[in-house]
């Protein structure tokens, strides 16, 4: 495909916008020359912004007279959104106007609305969110995050499925492992549809590297390159890792301070220091895919700041140039054709 990537993004959605949507835009660009970039929201407040960044004076800006509010129910944004960025930024997408559409807005009017207008791909039952999180030996999906509460087994294999094309897309692994959430590794453990999911998942016609069962002490290690779960449970996991970087960074830095030789010590470990701090650093792992849309949608942490948003767009990219879309449309389709001769 053209090296060209157009990418709409939604710049009044998130706690910061519009700047850090501007400025993650131009640290994105530096990296990615051949962006093309649309700004939608309010024209007077971005063209005062996108003023003072050079590598941005080429970008598109729509102009949207509302924002979708943090607190707004899915059905609100729905009935009463049309005029909003998000709508108009992921109409872009639908309209094909840009191959990918980018926000740090309410995540469950951003489902609604791009489901209303990218539709799912065929065969998918429900959308799943799927981001990234560090593990001892690098990074690892998972999904669902949160858009699905309760799930069954075509659920989870389909998850599976989209979560391996996209582990592949970010990370260049052409054979991601692909492991299901449990409260143990053997094979009689959790529920019906856990075990029979994993049973799917195993068919070699869906050519999936699955590893079985794994325990969440096993999410850190590594091993298992996709995590499949309910949205219940991966919300939690994911809320919790993060609470537990930010409890480890806080008490570091209180140690640091707490005497004349901590300080010196610091100084002399600043560098390995800050390696460790940007490995679990949440911002550079920012930018969750919204799977099983028939349509690239990345979600952004609304609080995030410039850094945090730039990786957004650059997952967005990635996604875009590996033909993302094209690939999961025919491992869904296999899928199907699986679970439909065990239900025969």
């Known amino acids: ?6 990418i709409a993004l939604d710049a ?3 706690d910061n916008a519009p700047d850090i949507v501007i400025a993650g835009a131009s640290i994105a660009r530096k990296r990615h020359p051949y962006l093309n970039l649309s700004f939608i929201g309010e024209t007077r407040k971005l063209k005062a912004l996108i003023k003072k960044y050079k590598n941005l004076s080429d970008a598109k800006i729509i102009h949207a007279d509302e924002t979708v509010a943090s607190d707004a129910r899915p059905a609100q944004a729905l009935r009463h959104g049309k005029k909003t960025s998000m709508w108009l930024a992921v109409n872009e997408v639908a309209m094909e106007n840009a191959d ?4 740090a807005g ?11 207008q990218l539709r799912m791909i065929s065969g ?12 001892l030996k690098g990074l690892c999906c998972m999904l669902d995050l949160g858009a699905n509460i309760e799930v069954d087994e075509k659920n989870l294999v389909q998850f599976g499925i989209m979560g391996a094309s996209f582990c592949s897309a970010i990370t260049g692994k052409k054979r991601a492992s692909v492991g299901i959430l449990n409260v143990g590794e053997e094979d009689q453990k959790g529920f019906d549809y856990l075990r029979r999911a ?10 999936l590297n699955y590893v079985g069962f794994i325990e969440g002490s096993d999410i850190i290690k590594g091993n298992t390159d996709v995590i499949v779960t309910d949205g219940f449970t991966g919300n939690i996991a994911l809320k919790t890792a993060e609470g537990t970087a930010k409890f480890f960074m806080y008490h570091l830095r209180q140690t640091f301070r707490s005497s004349i030789f901590s300080r ?17 650093d949440p911002r550079y792992y920012n930018g969750a895919i919204l799977l099983g849309l028939n349509g690239v949608c990345v979600k952004s942490h609304g609080g995030t700041d410039s850094v945090g948003f730039s990786n957004a767009i650059e997952v967005a990219c990635d996604l875009v140039k590996h033909e993302f879309i094209p690939n999961v449309n025919e491992s869904i389709s296999a899928a199907e054709q699986v679970i439909q001769s065990k239900a025969d």
């Not at 998918?124 to 593990?135: D, L, S, W």
């Not at 994993?198 to 050519?207: D, E, Q, R, V």
């Not at 002399?268 to 490995?279: Q, Y």
Request: charged letters at 15%.
């Open 1 to 6: 495909m053209s090296s060209n990537v157009r």
């Open 12 to 14: 009044m959605g998130g």
């Open 100 to 103: 990918a559409i980018v926000s």
């Open 106 to 116: 309410n995540t469950g009017a951003l489902m609604a609305i791009s489901k209303l």
């Open 124 to 135: 998918v039952t429900r959308p799943a969110i799927a981001g990234f999180i560090p593990t």
């Open 198 to 207: 994993g049973t799917s998942l195993s068919n070699k016609t869906l050519n």
């Open 264 to 280: 010196i010590g610091f100084l002399l470990s600043r560098n390995a220091f800050m390696k460790m701090r940007r490995t679990i």
